[in-house]
């Protein structure tokens, strides 16, 4: 006759792995809603660049050379990106980039750079919350002296990028054009674009609350 001490162990261990197994697919069921969530904002946000899409041909350019003098599409392509997370942020910027080509006057070199000029805005203070290995992710951005160490070395990095990109292009399409202005220009202006792209996204973002009601890393 088996024992009932036996019997009741058993039952004890395949409870706890049923309540286990219950567990881990309502992790992935969770981690599966917060992915749809984030493709979802993606997408939302995205529609909002591509609304204003259009309104790139009333922007400042250099004569000849194409860049803007200020360019807003970037600003949401960061707000997704700071609410959402690099997956969020990268739908926008894509999708984003994308619906510009039919609007800027200097496609397909205006959306091209202006989609590789935002990426190291995104990358640098993505690979900063992640080295912090912080579980509360985009939280971490909230504070402004963490942020704005990031958005300096994002700038930088958005220099040493795009600084290059436009020798190239100058080079092949404008030989005529001053170096001296390119660099000075070049540099200035993706100075200037990239404080945009940090500042006003954070002013929206954080002290709104916009991210503690949105969150989705």
């Given amino acids: 006759m088996a024992d009932d001490t036996d019997q009741g162990a058993s039952s004890a261990v395949r409870d706890s792995e049923s309540e286990d197994a219950e567990n881990l697919e309502l992790a992935d069921v969770s981690r599966s809603s917060v992915r749809v ?4 904002v993606g997408a939302v946000l995205a529609a909002v660049s591509i609304a204003v899409a259009p309104s790139v041909g009333f922007i400042g350019r250099i ?3 194409g860049i803007a003098l200020f360019d807003h599409v970037s600003i949401f392509w960061m707000v997704a990106f700071l609410i959402g997370g690099p ?3 990268s739908i926008s910027l894509v999708a984003g980039g994308i619906a510009l080509f039919p609007f800027d006057p200097y496609a397909p070199f205006g959306p091209i750079f202006k989609m590789l000029a935002t990426m190291p805005m995104m990358l640098v203070p993505w690979y900063g919350v ?3 290995k912080n579980p509360v992710g985009g939280e971490a951005l909230s504070k402004p002296r963490f942020y704005a160490t ?3 070395m994002a700038v930088l990095l958005r220099l040493a990028i795009m600084v290059p990109v436009n020798i190239v292009y100058i080079a092949l399409f404008l030989p005529s054009f001053s ?3 390119l660099i000075t220009f070049g540099v200035l202006l993706n100075v200037l674009q990239g404080t945009w792209d940090a500042l ?3 002013v929206l973002v954080y002290p709104t609350r916009l991210f503690e009601n949105f969150k989705l890393w």
């Fill in 37 to 40: 969530r984030r493709i979802a």
């Fill in 200 to 202: 006003i996204p954070f």
């Fill in 150 to 152: 990031l958005m300096v």
């Fill in 87 to 89: 997956l969020v942020g």
């Fill in 179 to 181: 170096f001296e202005m």
């Fill in 63 to 65: 004569a000849g050379w």
């Fill in 130 to 132: 992640r080295r912090l």
